[in-house]
T-cell receptor, first 119, second 117 residues
């Protein structure tokens, strides 16, 4: 079974600064998806960024980028120019490729990192 | 983007009663929906996978007779907590996989907070 580990329960960053959230995972599969989701106080999960394992290029979405190290099974999220609205819980998630035997397409989540953004 | 709506967002019920939570995909067809449970300041725990027109697949340790899941159409799945007890109080979140979408992400509802008195 796949596992996802987020070793930072809480992080803090000053507004306009950059912060990196860590995520490692364990899998025996060679092709899969990785995601970062954001859960603000409203509690609705919002997709921040997605990475396909077969792609070597790191995904970027505006101020959000990832550092995907497949061999190390590491998938960190970098938030640049942090804004107050970035304050939330951030969850790293893993998903097998659809069709993998016995896995369906469910997401496995890490335990989350609570990000605080200070003035 | 794809929108998933959950209803109700908050529900308070007496112990022993049953509560139904609806999860709807508003602008896409969802062949598969997932139900998660989240305890305060904790991660999401998958409860079950709901496939349209077939029985749900429950995760180990989840009582299927207590958490009834029905996925009768491509846009609606329901979770019924039967004979609810205070320990069932939690935040329940549904997510949906869009039929035909190959990029892998799931779309989440707003969540439903259940409080059992």
């Amino acid at each position: 079974a796949q596992t996802v580990t987020q070793s930072q329960p809480e992080m803090s960053v000053q507004e306009a600064e950059t912060v990196t959230l860590s995520c490692t995972y364990d899998t025996s599969e060679s092709d899969y998806y990785l995601f970062w989701y954001k859960q603000p106080p409203s509690r609705q999960m919002i997709l921040v960024i997605r990475q396909e394992a077969y792609k070597q290029q790191n995904a970027t979405e505006n101020r959000f980028s990832v550092n995907f190290q497949k061999a190390a099974k590491s998938f960190s999220l970098k938030i640049s120019d942090s804004q107050l609205g970035d304050a939330a819980m951030y969850f790293c998630a893993y998903r097998s490729q659809p069709g993998s035997a016995g896995t369906a397409s469910k997401l496995t989540f890490g335990t989350g990192t609570r990000l605080q953004v200070t003035l | 983007g794809a929108v998933v709506s959950q209803h109700p967002s908050r529900v308070i019920c007496k112990s022993g009663t049953s509560v139904k939570i609806e999860c709807r995909s508003l602008d896409f067809q969802a062949t598969t929906m997932f139900w998660y449970r989240q305890f305060p300041k904790k991660s999401l725990m998958l409860m079950a996978t709901s496939n349209e027109g077939s029985k749900a697949t429950y995760e180990q340790g989840v009582e299927k007779d207590k958490f009834l899941i029905n996925h009768a159409s491509l846009t609606l799945s329901t979770l019924t907590v039967t004979s609810a007890h205070p320990e069932d109080s939690s935040f329940y979140i549904c997510s949906a996989r869009q039929a035909g979408r190959v990029t892998g992400e799931l779309f989440f509802g707003e969540g439903s907070r259940l409080t059992v008195l």
